[in-house]
């Protein structure tokens, strides 16, 4: 089982890696960035919640996001393996990620970063913007909120994967074919 996590800052290009890694890969695609908006969209208690948050590029409470992917890995027992896009955001996540893994006997097999510069982030998230209708992307004070909420709290994920010798990391600026190919060489070797 190939359970991937895909990490990087707000823009770094997770969403569109993703969708090539599903073509290529038949993997079960879990955002919790869509899973969230999904709850919007259809006007549930949680999505109402989270909507305050996700406004105002602040990571919505730990144990909702894991209550959904908890959700979701059940719903897929037969899953050739899961990318992880977004997921974990927070050590406490990743901790839980490991449990909830543990009891089907599928680690995650590698974290794959993309690494892109702050102001390459906030262009390409404006540039979304203009047609995505997402709030989040709107505004230039909000997009620097949610780089800095993954410098205080996403960012030491990285360090969780290190020490299981998990982490890799990947040039997230270029064309998304030859990012896409950097991560196929990485998995090439799982
Ligand atoms: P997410 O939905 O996860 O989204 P993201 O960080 O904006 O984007 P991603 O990295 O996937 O970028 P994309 O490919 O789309 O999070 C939104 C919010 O949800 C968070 O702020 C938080 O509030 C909440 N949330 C989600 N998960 C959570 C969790 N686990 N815990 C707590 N809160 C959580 O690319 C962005 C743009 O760049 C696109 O327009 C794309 O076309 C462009 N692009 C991609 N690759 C490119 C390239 N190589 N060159 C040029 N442009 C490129």
Do not use: C, W
Not at 50 to 66: F, Q, R, S, W, Y
Not at 72 to 96: C, H, M, S, W, Y
Not at 132 to 137: A, H, V
């Amino acid at each position: 089982m190939l359970n991937l996590v895909l990490f990087g800052p707000p823009g770094a290009g997770k969403g569109t890696q993703s969708q090539k890694l599903i073509e290529k890969y038949g993997l079960i695609h879990l955002s919790t960035g869509d899973l969230l908006r999904s709850e919007i969209t259809q006007g549930t208690e949680l999505g109402l919640e989270a909507k305050k948050l996700m406004d105002h590029g602040i990571l919505v409470p730990d144990e909702v996001v894991i209550g959904m992917i908890s959700h979701k890995l059940d719903a897929n027992r037969d899953a050739k393996g899961f990318i992880f896009d977004g997921f974990p955001r927070t050590v406490a996540q990743a901790e839980a990620l490991d449990k909830l893994l543990e009891s089907k006997n599928a680690p995650i097999s590698v974290m794959i970063a993309l690494e892109v510069n702050d102001d390459e982030l906030e262009k390409r998230l404006l540039l979304r913007g203009k047609d995505s209708g997402r709030p989040d992307d709107a505004n230039p004070e909000v997009i620097r909120k949610r780089i800095k909420e993954y410098n205080d709290k996403t960012a030491p994920v990285a360090g969780f994967y290190k020490n299981q010798n998990k982490f890799k990391s990947i040039n997230g600026i270029g064309s998304v074919g030859e990012i896409f190919d950097g991560i196929s060489n990485v998995i090439g070797s799982y």
